[in-house]
């Protein structure tokens, strides 16, 4: 597979990741059953879509 094409299956999968509407709400439902704050999930959730970013070492600006 080609490097460029990597780079856009990469920003696919941060894309789904930050923009899924539905996955917050799965979320929302986890951190019901396991009795975890809602808001305390959310933060640790974007605290770790950030660190796949910095994994995939994309500059912050191509996700907006």
Do not use: C, G
């Amino acid at each position: 597979m080609k490097q460029s094409q990597k780079h856009e299956i990469r920003l696919f999968i941060l894309t789904q990741l930050l923009e899924m509407d539905d996955l917050r709400w799965k979320l929302d439902e986890v951190a019901d059953t396991y009795d975890i704050d809602s808001l305390e999930a959310m933060e640790f959730f974007e605290q770790e879509v950030e660190r796949i970013n910095k994994l995939f070492n994309y500059p912050a600006e191509q996700l907006k």
